[in-house]
């Protein structure tokens, strides 16, 4: 038996650019500005992931002068003025919901470049998701912009010290999925919905797009089976009733540009039983942290200890 799951994941990101005096005190602050995510950025996931996410966890920040106005297929500044991999300050924030009724997690990364070590007018920054102080690659591209949203350059002395903050946050936008498969000449519908979310925690969805540095190639998926009478819920909770069984797979994951597979089999002695699977709940752990799924199938499917059951889930991560 084959199940063929769809989910969408979304990724955005923002800069704000400080200048401090001598002193620390701040001269200048834009407050928060957007980004444009590039296609390598995504491309490179593809890479990540072949890698198990295992990748470098410092980070670059690099500031230029440009005036060009971003756009996806760039993978550098215009004009690279000077680059840093000193980090400051790293937080992973607790997962939250927007103002659309969106799930998010955010990661904020503090740069700081040296006092006085760059005498120049910048207008473009960018970032690179690795450790490279020559290069001029990068990630994402800004224009700075001022409160009211529009293009400016910042000119730097002798006695100024450059601050940035990046902040790129994994967005849900997962919607309901259905469809209907046939096993064996029936017809089963099936609606899938996010499932509940994960916890909080330093190994979220964004350190692990990102690169936590971990080996996350013998890591399970959880799957629960129930069957009965079961409540599927909203999205974001939990089924509920009937009788349940938690299982655990082994993931197949493969990767290609901004999408992400994860095959999984129960087994011949997985999730038998006599009423058939009404709802499966499948929870990801490593390497696929940032959705969790459920999906809900009438009439529930019948499978005996003579049948596997792969389920596939695929993961599309696009510009939130």
Known sequence: MNLKIKNSTG??????????????????DTD?????????????????????WVVSTTRTLRVGTGTTAPSAAQTALV???A???TKTASVTNAQYTDGQGRLCQSMEETYSFTLGSIVATISEVGWFNGSDINGNTVHSRALITDTNGNPTSITLTNQDQLVIKYRITVVDIYKEGSGTITLNGQNYNWVSRRGVKQAD??????STLLGDGTNNANATQMFTAYFGAVTFGAHGVSPSGGTNETLSAYPIVSAFGG????????????????????????????????????????????????????????YIVTRA
């Open 83 to 85: 680059s840093t991999t």
């Open 201 to 206: 925690s330093s190994n979220g969805w964004i």
């Open 32 to 52: 928060w500005f957007d980004n444009l995510l590039l296609d390598n950025f995504f491309t490179n996931l593809q890479a990540w992931a072949a890698n198990k």
């Open 259 to 314: 999408e992400f597979k994860v095959n999984l089999n129960l087994s011949i002695s997985q999730g038998n039983n006599a009423s058939g699977i009404k709802v499966l709940a499948v929870r990801q752990t490593a390497p696929i942290y940032f959705a969790s799924t459920k999906i809900e199938f009438t009439p529930a499917i019948p499978k005996t200890n003579q049948q596997i059951l792969n389920l596939e889930l695929q």
């Open 79 to 81: 004009a690279k003025t």
């Open 11 to 28: 990724m955005k990101g923002e800069y704000r650019v400080m200048v401090l005096d001598k002193e620390g005190n701040i001269k200048q």
